[in-house]
């Protein structure tokens, strides 16, 4: 399994001090960290053993947001699910910071308690094992767990301390039933992915705090290709030397690549989590992320409200999906939709929602391989009304430009980095796109992960086109840029107004607008941006499923 290692080494513990020194520590601390240290006595252990007069007292934060991204330097703790804490730790010779889990057992000393209450559980493996789900295998541990030790000295019990206790059922449950090391992570809804290149520490990208380090590390080979080997048969998809990569989604919607063995892996086993936002990222948090902006949201809401064919294009990375979760709001209430995804990703909040998910040629289903050419064809046959694409890659491509060409709404992401490069892996092999069809599609829309003066790294929406047409005499596509990121000032500009192709001959008409009054559209665009902004910062709407509650209630009552 993997090594947990602190990045000091003071071994101390408060029951190490005498009540003098304890409360010196405390007095240290602020307000706000001596309040939770006072709730929880393993909180207060952890703070106990950092070297203080080095690094300095945490600050502790009850909820982390954004803004914590631009601290000179991060030394801070803040709580997690399961109430377990994380601390940031401040690591000035090196690129990272170290992320530290802080759980039950590490100020707790098990080493002999752990070995002789396992002894007594083989005594329950039937009845743990019997259990089917994990809530229930869990249950029956900690019930065998109660029944082996006991922290009233009970006869044929193993005598704990309260603490002991605690740490032990903790310990048991996450190792024997969990997710092991990597539980914390997982219960960290500020973590974006969680990965290991091999032997050595164990990466993480966080929301607020970008790439860091955590204190968990692999030390030799061997002790990696355990925890791969242990990985997969925990999610049911074993790795072997001759099936060496498994691709799978956890129990919580997250995805898992593995990958086994130097023969595929020159630097040895390595595994990836991208973690799965149990709520969706809202068009409004967007616009707090400086993603995109109010006028550009409520663009969106009129192309994807008139059925209009949207790409989200960019680089792996670049906020793709989550951006097409988040315009999945501006889609009409009543309308039906489908998803095709190879891994599922995709958040709708529509009730009339179908979500297919291609499936894989393996030992338990005979070789019965689905891909998305398949389930797009499917597709077709369900009468929808938008046909939402996870990723167009191959073949599948055509299908889709034929729905376009059918009536059917289309949205999907892409890879490509421009609206040039678009046509281009869309036209050439293995999508093969005719020339002649791109111009079904509507609106490109182009993510891109870009350094911002004074604030780092961010996802911008750096452009927003517009496709006019394709000419066959020169091969060329027309198409208009509608929005435009501004790098110098952190801002959009919008060389589309008074000059949007989409909104004068495509918006305009559909939403009963004469010909010699199309200018009007812009007059309902920026109505319909204060509408989002007034939403936003006086009713302070943010969360996705109540946006979603909100615009479809304003849809049925004609106010926008």
């Not at 305009?508 to 309902?524: A, C, D, L, N, Q």
């Amino acid at each position: 399994m993997a090594t947990f290692r602190l990045p000091f080494a003071n071994e101390k513990t408060s029951a190490d001090l005498g009540p003098e020194a304890r409360a010196k520590i405390r007095a240290r601390l602020a307000p706000k960290l001596q309040e939770a240290c006072a709730e929880s006595e393993m909180l207060f252990d952890y703070v106990c053993r950092l070297p203080l007069d080095e690094i300095g007292v945490p600050d502790y934060y009850p909820k982390i947001t954004r803004d914590q991204q631009y601290l000179e330097r991060r030394n801070l703790i803040y709580p997690i699910e399961g109430g377990l804490f994380v601390h940031i730790y401040p690591n000035d010779k090196a690129e990272r910071d170290i992320y530290v889990p802080i759980e039950p057992h590490l100020t707790v000393d098990l080493s002999e308690i752990i070995p002789k209450v396992e002894t007594k559980l083989l005594n329950f493996v039937e009845k743990i094992g019997a259990e089917e789900t994990d809530a229930g295998k869990r249950t029956e541990l900690l019930k065998a767990v109660d029944a082996s030790a006991s922290t009233n000295g009970a006869t044929n019990k193993i005598h704990v301390t309260l603490r002991e206790m605690d740490a032990l059922r903790y310990i048991l449950a996450r190792d024997k039933v969990g997710f092991g090391p990597l539980a914390p992570m997982l219960l960290d809804r500020h973590i974006e992915d969680i990965s290991c290149s091999g032997v050595g520490p164990i990466f993480i990208e966080h929301k607020v705090f970008k790439s860091i380090e955590a204190a968990i590390t692999f030390v030799t080979e061997d002790e990696l290709d355990q925890f791969v080997i242990w990985l997969g048969e925990w999610i049911k998809r074993p790795v072997t030397v001759r099936n060496p990569i498994v691709d799978a989604t956890l129990p919580d919607g997250s995805r898992i690549n593995i990958v086994y063995g130097t023969d595929v892996s020159k630097r040895g086993s390595n595994f990836t989590i991208r973690k799965f936002a149990e709520v969706p990222t809202s068009i409004m948090e967007l616009i707090d992320f400086g993603t995109l902006d109010y006028m550009m949201a409520a663009y969106l809401s009129f192309v994807l409200e008139e059925g209009l064919n949207v790409f989200v294009v960019g680089a792996t990375a670049s906020g793709k999906t989550t951006t097409m979760n988040a315009i999945t709001t501006f889609i009409r209430p009543d309308k039906k939709i489908v998803s095709i995804e190879d891994t599922p990703e995709l958040q709708v909040p529509h009730k009339n929602w179908i979500r297919e998910t291609t499936r894989g040629s393996s030992k338990e289903n005979t070789g019965a391989e689905v891909g998305m050419f398949d389930l797009l064809k499917a597709a077709l046959r369900q009468r929808p009304d938008r046909i939402i694409v996870g990723e167009i890659r191959g073949e599948e491509g055509a299908i889709a430009f034929q729905a376009m060409q059918t009536g059917h709404g289309v949205m999907s992401t892409f890879h490509a980095a421009s609206v040039e490069r678009l046509v281009q892996r869309l036209s050439g092999s293995p999508i093969n796109i005719p020339k002649t069809y791109i111009d079904n599609l509507d609106c490109v829309l182009i993510q891109q992960a870009v350094k911002v003066p004074g604030k780092g790294m961010a996802r911008r929406v750096t452009s927003i086109n517009e496709i006019v047409g394709y000419d066959p005499s020169s091969e060329s596509f027309s198409f208009v840029e509608a929005f435009r990121w501004n790098p110098a000032t952190d801002t959009f500009d919008f060389p589309g107004f008074m000059n949007s192709f989409i909104l004068e001959e495509k918006i305009s008409p559909r939403r009963g607008i004469p010909p010699f009054k199309r200018k009007v559209i812009y007059t309902e665009l920026k109505r319909r941006a204060k509408i989002f902004q007034r939403l936003h910062q006086e009713r302070k709407l943010k969360d996705f499923y109540e946006v979603f509650a909100v615009l479809a209630e304003a849809q049925r009552q004609k106010l926008l």
